[in-house]
Nanobody, 124 residues
């Protein structure tokens, strides 16, 4: 069982930056691939970024490539999402997710553990 708690959301103007964190419970964090997803009001949840359990492989949605960076610190049981050059269309609830696998995937159905989410609001 893995419990995930996100933090770091907030309100920022367009062009600004935020760093989200996701802290995981458990002793086997390094066995889990992790991902960030987001959901805006009235829209379906969408993939943002994912990282393999070892941290040597990352995947990003086209909409965030070059602006967002996902990383992990297995010693701290934490993953991060550094978000730069934020746009109003990045406004959403951001949730982290975990799957017990080396591989990072983009499909939310492959992730078994989810956090409650943190709100990110970007104003123009």
């Amino acid at each position: 069982q893995v419990q995930l708690v996100e933090s770091g959301g907030g309100s920022v103007q367009a062009g600004g930056s935020l760093r989200l964190s996701c802290a995981a419970s458990g002793r086997t964090f390094s066995s889990y691939a992790m991902a960030w997803f987001r959901q805006a009001p009235g829209k379906e949840r969408e993939f943002v970024a994912a990282i393999s359990s070892t941290g040597d492989s990352r995947r990003y949605a086209d909409s965030v490539k070059g602006r967002f960076t996902m990383s992990r610190d297995n010693a701290k049981n934490t993953v991060y999402l550094q978000m730069n050059s934020l746009k109003p269309e990045d406004t959403a609830v951001y949730s982290c997710a975990a799957r017990r696998s080396v591989l990072a995937t983009t499909d939310s159905k492959n992730y078994y553990y989810w956090g409650q989410g943190t709100q990110v609001t970007v104003s123009s």
